[in-house]
Nanobody, 119 residues
Framework: QVRLVESGGGLVQPGGSLRLSCAAS????????MGWYRQDPGKERELVAR???????NYADSVKGRFTISTDNARNTMYLQMNSLKPEDTAVYYC?????????????WGQGTQVTVSS
C-alpha cells in the first residue's frame, strides 16, 4: 500500500505557474507508475500526466509543452510543474499511484488539491 499527500495548489492568474507535489509513504522506486489526474465538478476525472518506474512519461494533449511531470526518488516525491496556466486548467488535481500485486493493478489516490486559474 501507499499513502499519497498532495500540496502546492492555489489561485494563480492566467499565464502563471504552479508546482504541485505528491509525497509518497514508500520508496517510489517500488511504485510501478504514478500520475496526476484532474477533475472539474460535473466532469469525469482525466489523466493529466503519467510517469512509469522506468521514467517513461505521457501527457494529455491539452497540457503538452506546458506541464512537466518528474520525480525525486530521494524525497519519495512526484511533481507537476505547470506553466502558462489557462482558466480551463482549473480543477482539483489528484495524485495517483499504481502498484501491481500478483499481476493485478491497484490504484491509490491522494486527497486532491485545488488549482484555480483566474484573473
Amino acid at each position: 500500500q501507499v499513502r499519497l499527500v498532495e500540496s502546492g495548489g492555489g489561485l494563480v492568474q492566467p499565464g502563471g505557474s504552479l508546482r504541485l507535489s505528491c509525497a509518497a509513504s514508500r520508496n517510489i522506486f517500488s511504485i510501478n507508475a504514478m500520475g496526476w489526474y484532474r477533475q472539474d465538478p460535473g466532469k469525469e476525472r482525466e489523466l493529466v500526466a503519467r510517469i512509469t518506474s522506468g521514467g517513461s512519461t505521457n501527457y494529455a494533449d491539452s497540457v503538452k509543452g506546458r506541464f512537466t511531470i518528474s520525480t525525486d526518488n530521494a524525497r519519495n516525491t512526484m511533481y507537476l510543474q505547470m506553466n502558462s496556466l489557462k482558466p480551463e486548467d482549473t480543477a482539483v488535481y489528484y495524485c495517483n499511484a499504481v502498484l501491481y500485486y500478483s499481476g493485478v493493478p491497484n490504484d491509490y489516490w491522494g486527497q486532491g488539491t485545488q488549482v484555480t486559474v483566474s484573473s
